[in-house]
């Protein structure tokens, strides 16, 4: 019976795996290659998993106690052992080789992606787009207050332009390379789209980044992970991936920190003047 | 040389403990055999709370309508379950019950070396147990910070558990490392120093070793989680800035400011990391030793083993940054620990040949220990080649931080050592008690154990793979990641855990029956060759050996050895005292 | 025997095993006292040092400020010396079999450790009194975290200290016992003194 269920375990794995209906969600960034690491390093890993395993159930069927059988006496085998050590180090630098030259693209964002900021706070994400003039402005935690949502620098000429969404989709545009600078103003959060393979921490008190090019048009979710207080599973945001025509017009409908704080400044007066009113 | 003489440490300052009163002989004991059933009553059961709360956290998975607990206590749960199963549990049950239970007895001494010191050390780590336990019951409740810790979150407002359970948990541990030193010391000292005669650290066990190496992880890594504790004792309870950076709170602003939270990381996990090896390494030992026995056979390459042991320990001080690949740290770190990490997997990988090679050409007893030690390869060989996924730097971007990293620490450092431990109690219960563990409930045990805890987590890598993020309350609407089918697999998953679960309340049960009414063992009942199953008497009696400590004259492996009759020979027999097979004149490959 | 030949053993043959039987089961010849000590300095110089790394890590960033020095430092780190030296003249004596000196030195090392522990105390106050509390800057919140780790540590020490002095008072016939007992004090003293020393030039320095 315990060759025949360690046989079925390793068969059931290997058919768990050729048949199962969960498996990465359809890639919709330039990061396939991250893909085909997965791909390689499952090939190599679970052909040893399944070498391994099926020599220990062999050894148990071939070598299992019987009346007057005895064990060899080998303490070891030098050759044997030399083999294997070369064998294993040959496949771990064939598994780590590849992933370290897809982390030097990973790290590496190109000259002209556009950044994009994504801050995080308990438990929701809001997005600064660097405006026209390519640049975002500086931040500080210590300026955010109720007017002031992102901590603008006020007298920073860049910050200007700067595109604020709040509570709401960010959109990409397609093929368009972004670099996302990741801030968090409270505590630890994750900025993480499964489909475009990517993550990174945001740590309050540092800017964190990646890259991607969006490769496939569609919304996707934002999902936070890392814990981040009980509304963690909720800390959710929309990222929309469209071609140039409709980003434009998505674009075109946001406002930058000036008519922003020109806005609330107008809304301080109203309310100012109703107050004197009554 | 077959006249023993008694040697030198044992006339040299240690004085054996005579109890005076049934207080000191069964509670405050200095009986290292006493205090290490101490340690593994106590590690089960809080370890048994911690199991509790995994089937709140998969029933709270697989029915999220239900809503069985609020997402803060959601967070607690998740948080002691990790705390109390890596610490409090696998720590406290490999070096304090196991160490102190083996340790004596396989490198043939009389007791710890220093055994008033011993006992503080159990008594400071139930305080440890209490204080954390009393966290359930105070204001706000235990913490919900993720047994990681990480600052600025655990200190803060959305976090349950602020008011006093992160407090008590840091004192918890701080206390744990205090006791956990004291006895530490003790086996370290009691391996290099009070062995009896004949025993080089080459004949010691691959059991020893691996207590021992793990001892001395533990002992050198333990002061970076103290360090990390105190500092943000001190950033909770007197507004330092140690690790806390300007921020704001729910539109507040904090008086926080400058610190940096991935300091904290860094020296969490420099205890972290070889954290996980202070519970593998045990494991490591435990495992190679049980392999033997019921193969009949000695330990395949006992050499390589060894080196294995101590160079997987001193590597494991130069890999803790592969837990923080996406934490933000510089990104270039990212290539050094991603190589740091996989050249580890050479010598672990080493080790596996090694068990499985043992199996070659062996007569393989398949005892319930040893069926424990087969699920241990088959858990512990899946649990290492995912590692190969989540150590290589970029092939963890995607995955970390979702479910596949929850299944491979747990098939790694939650399933395999567990199983170890099970097969270990399985195969010395005989030594501690005098009787048997039952055969069928051990069976049934084992089958429900190995396959339930190999179906609860094998399909859990692939929620990991489309994405499903772990420590989430609910997954919500997701429609892309989490189809309905992906919801079926948690419920099919939660099934497989209330079973496995279920079936340690048959473990529980039969140990108790069968410590009463189990089958009285007879001597050396798997004829093991290792020296703690040749004391006068069994279950070993207080100063373990008789008049005289053994000499030991063999590695602990002679088993099947050419020309003899036996297929073992005890430690402390010596070549002349060896009854030979017939038709044999002396030992050895050369008379066949 | 180095460490490498030792692992390169093979226990399994015969010619090892005939080495083998003679090994005494020691791989040190220290005592189980002096080696525990010694690895418990190891633990401990490992604390402090995982100490000074989070110290000069949290240093880099921008807002640290230099920790002012008050002069009752230099004072405090003479007395430590002080009663570290009191100590090893203890251990000559105690070596001579010279109970009643080693009584004298002993009492007067406790002394200057008290006062030691006192001094730095005085210390704190007066950082308080400027207004520099443990909250103000990383810097101050080190140096108290730091030196209460160290005061802790003497302490600890002082425990074992007042077994030895009551020890001196009721001494009868184990006299290498005690002046083992006294040695390791004295090492745990130097010990702390070096740990001292080392803190005292990282908070000066930075």
């Known amino acids: 019976m315990v060759p025949f269920i360690l046989l079925l375990v390793i068969v059931g794995s290997v058919l768990f795996h050729i048949f199962t209906p969960w498996y990465s969600t359809p890639i919709a960034s330039n990061w396939s290659n991250i893909d085909k690491t997965i791909e390689l390093t499952f090939w190599m890993t679970g052909g040893v998993y399944v070498a391994v395993l099926g020599f220990m159930t062999y050894c148990v069927i071939r070598f299992r106690s019987k009346e007057g059988h005895r064990a060899d006496y080998e303490p070891e085998s030098k050759k044997l052992e030399i083999i294997l050590t070369v064998l294993t180090t040959i496949g771990v630098a064939g598994l780590l080789a590849p992933g370290l030259i897809v982390w030097d693209e990973y790290v590496s964002p190109p000259e002209d992606a556009m950044p994009i900021e994504a801050m995080g706070q308990q438990w929701y994400w809001s997005f600064r787009l660097p405006g026209e003039d390519g640049v975002l402005g500086t931040t500080d935690a210590r300026n955010i207050n109720a007017d002031n949502p992102f901590g603008m620098n006020k007298n920073d000429p860049n910050g200007q332009d700067d595109i604020l969404i709040e509570g709401d989709d960010l959109h990409l545009e397609l093929e368009k390379p972004v670099k996302f600078l990741l801030r968090s103003i409270d505590v630890l959060h994750n900025f993480y789209v499964p489909q475009f393979r990517a993550k990174m921490d945001l740590v309050p008190g540092m800017v964190t980044y990646y890259w991607i090019r969006p490769t496939l048009a569609g919304g996707y979710e934002i999902l936070c992970a890392e814990l981040c207080g009980v509304g963690h599973h909720a800390m959710r945001g929309f990222v929309k991936v469209e071609g140039k025509e409709d980003y434009k017009n998505w674009l075109d409908d946001q406002s930058t920190f000036k008519a922003l704080q020109e806005e609330a400044k107008l809304e301080n007066k109203e309310k100012l003047a109703f107050h004197k009113s009554n | ?540 009696v207080h100063g373990n050996f008789g008049k005289e400590l053994p000499v030991i004259y063999r590695w602990a492996y002679d088993y099947s050895v050419p020309g003899a009759e036996d297929d073992f020979i005890p430690q402390d027999v010596p070549n002349e005292k060896v009854k030979l097979a017939k038709g044999h004149s002396q030992l050895g490959v050369e008379s066949t | 025997m180095s460490i490498f030949s030792t692992l390169s053993q093979k226990p399994w043959m015969a010619d090892q095993a005939l080495v083998d039987n003679e090994h005494m089961g020691k791989s040190m010849t220290l005592s189980l006292r002096k080696a525990t000590l010694f690895l418990l300095l190891i633990v401990i110089a490992i604390l402090f040092t995982l100490f000074s790394v989070a110290y000069i890590g949290r240093m880099a960033y921008g807002d640290w400020r230099t920790l002012p020095e008050p002069l009752l430092l230099w004072w405090n780190t003479a007395i430590m010396v002080f009663s570290s030296f009191s100590f090893y003249r203890a251990n000559v004596n105690a070596d001579h079999n010279n109970i009643k000196k080693t009584r004298i030195y002993l009492l007067v090392s406790g002394a200057l450790t008290i006062s030691f522990i006192v001094g730095q105390l005085f210390v704190w106050r007066e950082l308080i009194s400027f207004g520099y509390f443990v909250s103000t800057n990383p810097s101050y919140g080190f140096f108290y975290l730091l030196t209460a780790l160290h005061i802790l540590h003497l302490l600890g020490g002082l425990i074992a200290w007042l077994v030895v002095t009551l020890k001196s008072f009721t001494l009868k016939n184990d006299p290498v016992n005690f002046a083992l007992k006294v040695n390791l004090c004295a090492i745990y003293w130097h010990f702390l003194l070096i740990v001292w020393a080392f803190l005292f030039v990282m908070l000066l320095l930075t």
């Open chain 2, 1 to 540: 040389m077959s006249e023993s003489i008694v040697p030198e440490s044992e006339l040299e300052e240690v004085e054996l403990y005579h109890a005076k009163s049934w207080w000191t002989e069964k509670v405050f004991t200095q009986d290292a055999k006493l205090i290490a059933v101490q340690y593994g009553l106590t590690a089960f059961a809080i370890g048994f709370v911690a199991l509790v709360l995994s089937w709140f956290m998969r029933i709270q998975i697989a029915f999220p309508e239900l809503s069985i607990i609020s997402e803060g206590t959601y967070y607690q749960f998740i948080t002691m379950h990790g705390m109390i199963m890596v610490v409090y549990l696998l720590t406290a049950l490999f070096l304090g019950a196991f160490g102190n239970y083996l340790i004596p007895l396989m490198v043939g001494a009389r007791d710890m070396v220093f055994p008033y010191l011993n006992m503080v050390s159990y008594w400071t780590y139930l305080v440890a147990v209490l204080v954390l336990f009393v966290s359930f019951f105070t204001p706000g409740g235990p913490t919900g910070a993720g047994w990681t810790l990480y600052p600025p979150q655990a200190i803060l407002g959305g976090t349950p558990g602020q008011e006093s359970g992160i407090i008590l948990m840091l004192v918890s541990l701080c206390i744990f490392i205090v006791g956990f030193t004291m006895g530490g010391l003790n086996y370290v000292i009691t391996i290099l120093q009070a062995r009896t005669r004949g025993m080089t650290l080459m004949r010691m066990p691959l059991t020893v070793w691996g207590i021992f190496t793990a001892t001395v992880l533990a002992l050198f890594a333990f002061p970076a989680l103290f360090v990390s504790a105190v500092m943000m004792l001190f950033d909770k309870l007197l507004m330092t800035s140690f690790f806390m950076p300007a921020l704001v709170e729910f539109g507040e602003n904090l008086t926080y400011g400058g610190g940096s939270p991935i300091l904290f990381q860094h020296l969490f996990w420099f205890f972290g990391h070889p954290e996980v090896y202070i519970v593998a390494l045990p494991a490591f030992g435990i495992v190679s030793d049980l392999i033997s026995v019921h193969a009949r056979k000695n330990i395949f390459g006992f050499r390589m083993m060894v080196w294995a042991i101590v160079g997987i320990g001193a590597l494991s001080f130069i890999v803790w940054a592969h837990h923080m690949y996406v934490s933000g740290m510089n990104p270039y770190f990212g290539f050094f620990f991603a190589t740091t990490t996989l050249i580890i997997a050479v010598p672990t990988a080493l080790k596996v040949y090694n068990w499985v090679l043992t199996l070659w050409k062996g007569n393989i007893h398949l005892t319930i220990p040893m069926l424990f030690c087969l699920a241990f390869i088959v858990t512990f060989l899946n649990g290492g080649l995912t590692g190969l996924f989540l150590g290589n730097v970029v092939v963890d971007v995607p995955l970390s931080d979702t479910y596949f990293v929850v299944a491979h620490f747990h098939m790694v450092m939650g399933i395999a050592p567990v199983l170890v431990i099970l097969g270990a109690i399985y195969h010395w219960f005989p030594l501690i008690t005098g009787r048997m563990l039952h055969d069928g409930m051990g069976r049934f045990h084992f089958w429900v154990t190995f396959i339930g805890s190999y179906l609860i987590y094998f399909p859990m890598h692939y929620l990991g793979f489309i994405g499903v993020p772990r420590r989430y309350y609910e997954m919500g609407q997701t429609e892309a990641l989490y189809t309905s089918s992906a919801a079926d697999l948690n419920v099919f998953i939660t099934l497989a855990a209330l079973a496995v679960g279920f079936a340690q309340l048959v473990f529980v049960f039969n140990v108790f029956w069968s410590a009463k009414k189990g089958i009285v063992a007879e001597k050396n009942p798997w004829k093991a060759a290792s020296l703690e199953w040749q004391t006068p008497d069994q279950p070993p």
